[in-house]
């Protein structure tokens, strides 16, 4: 396979990556909490097949990509909500999920049959004490801008929020939520600033984002016409794991 190939593949490849990630943005620009997804590119040399017959091109040009995670934060929706909470500036509320805890961004909050604060999933929501009950005879729940729960018995706990040192460590899981293997750094209750009866959008550009599909679009097709108009269209096929 000449190098001319081998560019090309790994370009394609980039575009594929950088396809799925746009599409994945876009499918999410209404999701409570989402955080845009994106690649970084690097390139590199690598010595050329043709380096011995073409001594003035001894190098070949590749691309790695790695993916990043955009925690800015999205805009502030009110929904009027006593328990839809928005954390503003830097933080994550800590979920319990099957596979363990887990972090968002996403404070849509609700009470399940059981009277436990949960997200609208049903995973359940961790305050400073861990899962919090509330007793039905206790009235609506409320949660403040300093993370206090309260009902109309007064306050009954405080959601628990946490940061970390670098949130690229974080790894996504699913639309909202995140895994770390670092460990949590507890935010004080003085430090929590909750926007309270609000949530946070998605921080998607829609036009960014169809924009950049469109043109990683066009780049693909070029790219892949351009080979298969030089080399073996079956071998190319069996690279890209495409059934002949």
Known sequence: MSDKTVIGLSRL?????????VARNVANQTTTGFKREGL?????????????DIPSSPMRS????????????????????????????DGFFVIRTAAGDRYTRNGAFTLDKEGRVVTLSGDIVLTATGPLQVPPRDGPVSIGADGTISTAR????????????????????GRTLFSSELPAIEVPPAQIRLATGALEGANV?????????????????QVANTILREDDKNELRKLAGEDL
């Open 62 to 89: 590749l691309v790695a990509v790695t993916g990043y995670t955009d925690f800015s934060g999205g805009p502030l929706k009110a929904t009027g909500n006593g328990t839809d909470v928005a954390v503003v500036g």
């Open 205 to 221: 550009n829609a036009v960014h984002e169809m924009s950049s599909l469109v043109a990683a679009t066009r780049a693909y097709d």
């Open 40 to 52: 970084q590119f690097r390139e590199y040399l690598t010595k050329a097949k043709e380096a011995d």
């Open 13 to 21: 490849i980039t575009l594929q990556q950088q396809l799925d990630k």
């Open 154 to 173: 007064g306050p009954i706990g405080r959601l628990r929020l946490v940061k970390f040192e670098d949130n690229a460590k974080l790894r996504a899981e």
